[in-house]
């Protein structure tokens, strides 16, 4: 039998992200095997790959089972970029002859049912500028999503001009017969004790978020002025309003809906920056109730104009080693879910020659599991060190007891 030796090889062997395959892996019991030892590499057999993913094919999946402590999840989230676009949580099963996938060419957005034929296409408002890196890909792709409650599918485009420090993005909402629904421009006017921030933002992710059963989703969106350090998340309603803000400063990679604490409305889970503590953060929002602008110690990167922040809860992670002498910061890249708590995933170093990534484990109270540095992290360590970047070699092992040391702004409530 085949072996694959490595996430990077499993999830080229499915042609998706890593992420996706850890994912798959939590939610999904994906079987991969690890060799002895707590920083044992992750493998995996062709034919358990094929067998498993006949399976999901044929039958519903089955209801995980409770996780044992978790084993690393190692590694670089920066491999290729996503080819196929899979069903997403909350993307619906389309009916013959709805929108299943959409392209841009020069000025117009044309879109495809399932066997590949053209639907419709819609003049844009300005050329789109196509996602690039594995973050934009996995976390803003193009939504289809019944926002009328009529069973037939709205097409959410995140439009991104060429010219991101001039141009405004905006998300476009179509109808499944391309009709333009209505259009949703982010961001405003902003200010900092130092400077006026122009309405220049990009988006960067965005996710249904469903407050009633049996309701028309609303959705969170995310979006980071250009060039500069602050970011929106919006609330819209299925109609493209805007229900609710909470600016932040630092940027978002990515976003998530889930109930944590069990009382049928889902949290808003962001992971990102805080620029102005240059490190990782992890912030949870409650959509019903979300406001304000972020607390800074640092006036330089205080939003003026903007009432205290309504946040359930707002985390910041330590530092490497490797981070602090290569890097300015480092950043959280994305949550897992698994069923009784959530993963977080920081990048710490992100080079050519290697990679530092660290995943934080959180009960849903936001009170820390475990922690676990990429079973690579040691190469990488030593290969900085013999190419005298950095001044002495260290153990990742022995950052632990530093990278326990979260840093809580907002106690969880």
């Keep these: 039998m085949n072996r694959l030796e490595s996430w990077k090889e499993i999830a080229e062997f499915f042609n998706v992200s890593v992420r996706t395959v850890?994912?798959?892996?939590?939610?999904?019991?994906?079987?991969?095997?690890?060799?002895?030892?707590?920083?044992?590499?992750?493998?995996a057999e062709e034919a358990e790959l094929r067998a498993w993913l006949a399976a999901q094919e044929s039958t519903p999946p089955p209801e995980p089972a409770r996780p044992t402590r978790r084993y690393l999840l190692p590694g670089l989230l920066v491999g290729g970029l996503v080819v196929i676009a899979l069903l997403a949580f909350f993307t619906l099963r389309r009916p013959a002859g709805m929108p299943a996938s959409v392209k841009t060419e020069g000025l117009s957005l044309v879109a495809f049912d399932d066997q590949g034929a053209e639907l419709w296409r819609q003049r844009l408002p300005f050329e789109h500028h196509a996602l690039t890196t594995p973050s934009e890909v996995e976390h803003l792709r193009p939504t289809f999503l019944d926002l009328t409650g009529d069973g037939k599918p709205e097409v959410l485009f995140p439009l991104r001009g060429h010219d991101q420090r001039s141009q405004n993005?905006?998300?476009?909402?179509?109808?499944?017969?391309?009709?333009?629904?209505?259009?949703?421009?982010?961001?405003?006017?902003?200010?900092?004790?130092?400077?006026?921030?122009?309405?220049?933002?990009?988006?960067?992710?965005?996710?249904?978020?469903?407050?009633?059963?049996?309701?028309?989703?609303?959705?969170?969106?995310?979006?980071?002025?250009?060039?500069?350090?602050?970011?929106?998340?919006?609330?819209?309603?299925?109609?493209?309003?805007?229900?609710?803000?909470?600016?932040?400063?630092?940027?978002?990679?990515?976003?998530?809906?889930?109930?944590?604490?069990?009382?049928?409305?889902?949290?808003?889970?962001?992971?990102?920056?805080?620029?102005?503590?240059?490190?990782?953060?992890?912030?949870?929002?409650?959509?019903?109730?979300?406001?304000?602008?972020?607390?800074?110690?640092?006036?330089?990167?205080?939003?003026?104009?903007?009432?205290?922040?309504?946040?359930?809860?707002?985390?910041?992670?330590?530092?490497?080693?490797?981070?602090?002498?290569?890097?300015?910061?480092?950043?959280?890249?994305?949550?897992?879910?698994?069923?009784?708590?959530?993963?977080?995933?920081?990048?710490?170093?992100?080079?050519?020659?290697?990679?530092?990534?660290?995943?934080?484990?959180?009960?849903?109270?936001?009170?820390?599991r475990d922690v676990e540095i990429a079973d690579m992290s040691k190469n990488c360590y030593q290969t900085l060190y013999a190419a005298r970047l950095m001044p002495k070699l260290l153990d990742p092992q022995d950052e632990l007891p530093e990278l326990r040391k979260i840093r809580v702004l907002t106690p969880w409530h």
Excluded at 25 to 42: C, F, M, S, T, Y
Excluded at 243 to 262: C, M
Aim: charged share 20%; with cysteine.
């Design 169 to 368: 993005s905006l998300l476009l909402c179509f109808s499944h017969d391309g009709r333009l629904l209505w259009q949703f421009e982010p961001g405003r006017v902003m200010q900092t004790p130092k400077e006026t921030h122009p309405r220049i933002y990009l988006l960067r992710a965005m996710a249904p978020v469903s407050l009633k059963p049996g309701a028309p989703p609303h959705l969170a969106l995310v979006s980071a002025q250009s060039p500069n350090f602050i970011a929106q998340v919006a609330l819209l309603d299925s109609g493209g309003h805007l229900v609710r803000e909470y600016w932040h400063s630092g940027h978002f990679s990515s976003v998530d809906a889930r109930d944590l604490d069990g009382d049928g409305t889902p949290e808003i889970v962001l992971a990102g920056l805080s620029n102005s503590y240059n490190t990782a953060t992890l912030v949870v929002l409650d959509p019903t109730r979300m406001s304000g602008a972020s607390k800074e110690t640092s006036r330089d990167y205080q939003l003026l104009g903007q009432a205290d922040p309504v946040e359930r809860a707002r985390l910041l992670f330590a530092r490497t080693q490797a981070n602090l002498f290569r890097q300015k910061y480092n950043y959280g890249h994305g949550v897992l879910f698994a069923p009784d708590h959530l993963i977080v995933m920081v990048h710490e170093l992100t080079s050519d020659r290697c990679g530092v990534s660290v995943n934080y484990h959180l009960a849903f109270n936001m009170e820390l």
């Design 22 to 43: 850890q994912g798959w892996e939590v939610e999904k019991a994906l079987p991969v095997h690890r060799n002895p030892g707590a920083r044992g590499r992750v493998w």
